[in-house]
């Protein structure tokens, strides 16, 4: 059966992996989808956590409104944030995070 | 059984997501996003929280990706070029990484809390229904909070992508 341990180390791990996505990669579609995976591996956590502390027999449906939650902020931030990379290839034809220095010193 | 399926998609989901990090074509990546969510949504059916597995695919494999997959369509994106890489980049995150999974490694081999066994679960539990009560019984105004949340992101995103009328 596997343990607390063992989805908190998946858990972990996706999150890893999406970070090393953010700082890696140059593409900002790709550093957006690293985002997606820091979020879902937040929400596992959450999800794994109340099915292990049981409240009468029942996990606690409190931690997954709050993924619901999550899950729903994280749509609308997709929208809004895929709008602004279509704005920004349309002002700069560009989507190479380094290509984007306008702000730089 | 469970030990395996367990790990059967566990493995998916660390596979298919490092695939993301690593795939050069955006479509390959986006596909592998995909299949890495596929497999997390089974990780939550394992966890018995069948409603969170559900909006997972919904939301995740379909609402997103369609949305993503449309805009490397629309933003029509060659494979990368290889660029130098910067070294700088790598040695922060590989220290960063390093440091978070020596941690996390630390903390659940030193912890016997965590090693506890899936506690058995009342049978029969209607997962669809306990989340709905809970979502509006106790939670009913963050729930039309997240409403015009939802509103909102739609009017910016109109906004957004409306062209400039000169």
Request: proline share 3%.
């Given at each position: 059966?596997?343990?607390?341990?063992?989805?908190?180390?998946?858990?972990?791990?996706?999150?890893?992996?999406?970070?090393?996505?953010?700082?890696?990669?140059?593409?900002?579609?790709?550093?957006?989808?690293?985002?997606?995976?820091?979020?879902?591996?937040?929400n596992l956590?959450?999800v794994?956590?109340?099915?292990?502390?049981?409240?009468?027999?029942?996990?606690?449906?409190?931690?997954?409104?709050?993924?619901?939650?999550?899950?729903?902020?994280?749509?609308?931030?997709?929208?809004?944030?895929?709008?602004?990379?279509?704005?920004?290839?349309?002002?700069?034809?560009?989507?190479?995070?380094?290509?984007?220095?306008?702000?730089?010193? | 059984?469970?030990?395996?399926?367990?790990?059967?998609?566990?493995?998916?989901?660390?596979?298919?997501?490092?695939?993301?990090?690593?795939?050069?074509?955006?479509?390959?990546?986006?596909?592998?996003?995909?299949?890495?969510?596929?497999?997390l949504s089974a990780l939550f059916v394992t966890l018995d929280a069948f409603?969170i597995a559900?909006?997972q695919?919904?939301?995740?494999?379909?609402?997103?990706?369609?949305?993503?997959?449309?805009?490397?369509?629309?933003?029509?994106?060659?494979?990368?070029?290889?660029?130098?890489?910067?070294?700088?980049?790598?040695?922060?995150?590989?220290?960063?990484?390093?440091?978070?999974?020596?941690?996390?490694?630390?903390?659940?081999?030193?912890?016997?809390?965590?090693?506890?066994?899936?506690?058995?679960?009342?049978?029969?539990?209607?997962?669809?229904?306990?989340?709905?009560?809970?979502?509006?019984?106790?939670?009913?105004?963050?729930?039309?909070?997240?409403?015009?949340?939802?509103?909102?992101?739609?009017?910016?995103?109109?906004?957004?992508?409306?062209?400039?009328?000169?």
């Amino acid at each position: 059966m596997p343990t607390l341990a063992h989805y908190l180390l998946v858990s972990g791990g996706l999150f890893s992996i999406g970070l090393l996505g953010v700082l890696l990669r140059r593409n900002i579609l790709i550093i957006f989808m690293g985002l997606e995976l820091m979020l879902n591996a937040a929400n596992l956590s959450i999800v794994a956590f109340s099915r292990f502390n049981l409240h009468g027999g029942m996990p606690g449906y409190n931690e997954q409104v709050l993924v619901f939650f999550v899950i729903t902020v994280a749509a609308a931030e997709v929208a809004v944030g895929l709008a602004i990379i279509v704005a920004l290839f349309r002002a700069k034809q560009t989507i190479h995070v380094e290509d984007l220095d306008a702000l730089k010193f | 059984m469970q030990l395996a399926l367990f790990w059967i998609f566990a493995s998916l989901t660390l596979l298919f997501a490092l695939g993301v990090v690593v795939l050069r074509n955006p479509v390959s990546c986006a596909m592998s996003l995909v299949m890495s969510f596929v497999g997390l949504s089974a990780l939550f059916v394992t966890l018995d929280a069948f409603f969170i597995a559900i909006v997972q695919i919904l939301v995740y494999a379909g609402a997103v990706m369609v949305l993503f997959l449309f805009i490397i369509m629309l933003l029509d994106l060659r494979v990368e070029t290889r660029r130098p890489l910067r070294l700088g980049a790598w040695l922060g995150g590989g220290l960063v990484l390093a440091g978070f999974l020596t941690t996390l490694f630390h903390v659940t081999a030193s912890s016997p809390s965590l090693s506890v066994v899936k506690p058995e679960i009342v049978p029969g539990l209607n997962d669809v229904a306990q989340v709905g009560i809970a979502l509006f019984r106790y939670y009913n105004l963050p729930f039309q909070i997240i409403g015009v949340l939802l509103l909102v992101a739609t009017i910016g995103v109109v906004v957004l992508s409306r062209r400039e009328l000169k």
